[in-house]
């Protein structure tokens, strides 16, 4: 096989081993903005705890859960960057 030929072959390899993962973890995204949001509110190490390592099923609803906690934020008024809290 030549070299060419054998790119499209590493990069599923590499895919499937998660070793390329142009995707980010939708629990690293919602404990970044829980923590960054609502530290005040929210035990940070517990939630990285809780959701280190998680499964698909898992992702799929730390993804639910960031949607609509964005969404009750901004039916409340409460904005935030991923900077932190800028007021509510």
Same mark, same amino acid.
């Given at each position: 096989?030549?070299?060419?030929?054998?790119?499209?072959?590493?990069?599923a390899l590499l895919a499937a081993t998660?070793? &390329?993962? =142009?995707?980010s973890d939708p629990c690293d995204e919602?404990?970044?903005?829980?923590?960054?949001?609502? %530290?005040? @509110?929210?035990?940070?190490?517990?939630?990285?705890?809780?959701?280190?390592?998680?499964?698909?099923? &898992?992702? =799929?609803?730390?993804?639910?859960?960031?949607?609509?906690?964005?969404?009750?934020?901004?039916?409340? %008024?409460? @904005?935030c960057t991923s900077g932190g809290d800028?007021?509510?």
């Open positions: 096989m030549t070299p060419i030929r054998s790119l499209p072959l590493l990069a998660g070793c &390329l993962d =142009d995707a919602y404990v970044a903005y829980m923590c960054d949001c609502h %530290g005040d @509110t929210e035990d940070c190490d517990q939630l990285a705890s809780t959701y280190a390592g998680a499964d698909q099923d &898992l992702q =799929d609803e730390c993804a639910i859960s960031l949607d609509d906690q964005q969404t009750e934020d901004e039916e409340i %008024g409460h @904005t800028t007021g509510e």
